[in-house]
């Protein structure tokens, strides 16, 4: 299991910028790859951006361009730079580590944290 902290939500004006921290317990490279997922009020949960171990990412077609995941392997630290805010990114953001034990996965969440994008 791994323990998450997260921080750096907030509240910010559409075109605005905000950057979420996701600190895990064990290091970073005992972890097979970081998430950051969102869920928006009445809606599910979706994948918003991803890191491997292997140093690759992928982000869903919404935030391309202006969502950016990157880590600091010293800090056992994953962030999530997000530029040029819409309202609809409104969400309440989630951190997550997947491991791969034997084949099977494995995730551990953070316990969230709010970003409100509004004028």
């Known amino acids: 299991q791994v323990q998450l902290v997260e921080s750096g939500g907030g509240l910010a004006q559409p075109g605005g910028s905000l950057t979420l921290s996701c600190a895990t317990s064990?290091?970073?490279?005992?972890?097979?790859?970081m998430e950051w997922h969102r869920q928006a009020p009445g809606k599910q949960r979706e994948l918003v951006a991803t890191?491997?171990?292997?140093?690759?990412?992928n982000y869903a077609d919404p935030v391309k361009g202006r969502f950016t995941i990157s880590r600091d392997n010293a800090k056992n630290t994953v962030y999530l730079q997000m530029n040029s805010l819409k309202p609809e990114d409104t969400a309440v953001y989630y951190c997550n580590a997947v491991r791969q034990v034997l084949g099977i996965r494995h995730d551990s969440w953070g316990q969230g944290t709010q970003v409100t994008v509004s004028s």
């Open positions: 890191f491997t171990s292997g140093g690759s990412t």
């Open positions: 064990r290091s970073i490279f005992s972890i097979d790859s």
